[in-house]
């Protein structure tokens, strides 16, 4: 799961990104593991990204699949949005 950082101008997504890469180990405690910043230079694009272990293969395994990406976002969404919403 990610934060796909991307309003349309390259210089305005690397803006967003830089500024919330300054608040990088804040948002990480807060999140509660290393996030993948990925400020994706040659693109007009940036993203944060948490990769989640784990497979789709077993059906068995879908509902604590889905509640690991369900808190992921969560947790994302929380360590994110104070520092977003100044960026």
């Avoid at 593991?33 to 059906?59: M, N, Y």
């Amino acid at each position: 799961m990610e934060l796909y950082v991307d309003t349309g101008e390259k210089e305005e997504n690397e803006r967003i990104f830089d500024a919330l890469h300054l608040k990088k180990q804040d948002v990480e405690q807060i999140f509660g593991a290393p996030l993948l910043w990925e400020r994706l230079d040659t693109k007009r694009a940036c993203r944060v990204r948490f990769l989640l272990s784990g497979g789709l293969q077993d059906e068995n395994a879908w509902p604590k699949v889905q509640e690991s990406m369900i808190s992921a976002m969560d947790r994302l969404s929380k360590a994110i949005k104070p520092y977003l919403a100044r960026a």
